[in-house]
């Protein structure tokens, strides 16, 4: 099944494994239980398909499903989704109603966003389910630790009038992919107390969660009741072997791959691409990949991260372009026009880990660029 269509599937596409993301969601459940699974579907499922993503943790058994602003969570809903969902991003003047409407939490870090919560609530008559966020050490968002009393004794206010629920606390790792960074201790211990403080002042949260997929598969101390699972989910590791260190394998859920557009000769000496910035050192055949950087073939991947045509990797070459890039296949090349290219996703490589690595980014980048133009086409034994 395709969902766009601005490149002929059979070109290019992303397939996505939906038995791969099961397989991921399931190895970390159980690596987590008793806590739950929160499945981080934000940014488009982290450009799997947000809609598709969802669905598939639900049928996995995820209770909860996580995202940024609430206008990605009424996708959700509009698509049939009806269980839990928090949203976590909101705008300075965003309203909250339609949320509140939908039975989608929202987080609040601060008292106007707790006032937004409640006016909401009024304006459409349905309690409002908040989850507070504390800001523990990312110094991104939530609640500063000396304005948490604050807001939890406003919280409860609000509790009390029945317009709104508490229904979560949770705050945000900075480090937890670096083993032994000293952050995340810290960060730890102000959650903890902070969830003490809250509950001393009165307030019953259904869920408490810190974790996302580098703590959910390092730091079985910060479970607490869910974890909130994105990178992983999607099959790639949150850092540098997080996944093998917790005894857990991940497959990669998306796979970058299309048809090589044109195969033609090159003499030693020619040069390729815009700026001619790489010189054929001899003859050779090149073949294009109808991608680009508009699709989110990032251009730094340029000489410096291969692609795989057939069982050989080959090197990209040349500047990539907006809608295509150039690889170099070798002299005396078998491969033809039609002949299929993964760009990463493979069981046997190259996997976004490795781009990531060639264009020093993180794999998360990646995956969640590949633009809207090119085709996710579902690819699992039972669709
Ligand atoms: C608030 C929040 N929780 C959880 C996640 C999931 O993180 P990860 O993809 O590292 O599991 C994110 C993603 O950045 C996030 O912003």
């Known amino acids: 099944m395709t969902t766009h269509s601005m490149i002929d599937p059979r070109t290019a596409s992303a397939t ?3 038995d ?8 970390i459940a159980h690596h987590v239980a008793p806590a739950q699974v929160m499945a981080v579907v934000k940014a488009d499922g982290y450009g799997h398909g947000a809609v598709t993503c969802a669905r598939v943790a639900r ?11 609430i206008g ?13 969902i928090l949203s976590w991003l909101h705008g300075p003047e965003e309203d909250y109603e339609p949320a509140v409407a939908d039975g989608i939490d929202v987080t609040a870090g601060t008292v106007d966003q707790l006032s937004s919560a409640l006016m909401a609530a009024a304006a459409c008559e349905k309690t409002a389910r908040v989850q507070l966020e504390l800001d523990s050490g990312m110094r ?13 004794r406003a919280a409860l206010e609000c509790e009390q009038t029945g317009a709104v629920k508490i229904t979560g606390i949770w705050s945000h790792l900075a480090t937890a992919d670096e083993p032994d960074h000293p952050a995340t201790q810290k960060q730890a ?28 598969l390092g730091h079985p101390e910060l479970h607490h009741d869910a974890v909130r699972l994105g990178i992983a989910m999607y099959g790639i590791d949150p850092g540098d072997g997080c996944a093998t260190r917790a005894g857990v394998e991940l497959l990669p859920a998306m796979r970058l791959r299309a048809q090589l557009a044109a195969v033609r000769h090159v003499n030693e000496g020619d040069g390729v691409s815009y700026g001619h910035s790489w010189i054929a050192p001899h003859d050779t055949t090149l073949g294009l990949v109808p991608l680009g950087y508009a699709d989110g073939i990032l251009r730094a991947a340029s000489g410096r991260v291969k692609v795989r045509v057939g069982n ?8 990539v372009c907006m809608d295509q890039f150039m690889i170099d296949l070798g002299p005396d090349a078998p491969d033809a026009v039609g002949d299929e290219v993964t760009l990463f996703g493979a069981v046997d490589g190259p996997r976004a880990e490795d781009w990531a690595e060639g264009c020093d980014t993180i794999g998360y980048e990646i995956v969640s660029r ?6 996710r086409v579902l690819e699992d034994g039972d669709e």
């Not at 990605?72 to 839990?84: F, K, N, Q």
């Not at 991104?140 to 939890?152: T, V």
């Not at 050989?312 to 040349?318: A, K, L, Q, S």
């Open 189 to 216: 211990d102000a959650f903890a107390d902070a969830v003490a403080h809250a509950r001393s002042v009165g307030l019953e949260p259904e869920i408490v969660h810190l974790a996302n997929s580098a703590a959910a």
């Open 312 to 319: 050989r990797t080959v090197p990209i070459v040349g500047r």
């Open 370 to 375: 590949i633009g809207g133009r090119v085709p």
């Open 16 to 18: 996505i494994d939906t």
């Open 140 to 152: 991104r968002a939530g609640s500063d630790p000396a304005e948490w009393d604050h807001l939890c």
């Open 72 to 84: 990605e969570a009424l996708v959700l809903r509009e698509a049939g989704d009806t269980g839990p």
């Open 20 to 27: 791969a993301l099961r397989h991921n969601i399931d190895a």
């Open 59 to 69: 049928e996995a058994g995820a209770p909860w499903l996580g995202i940024a602003t």
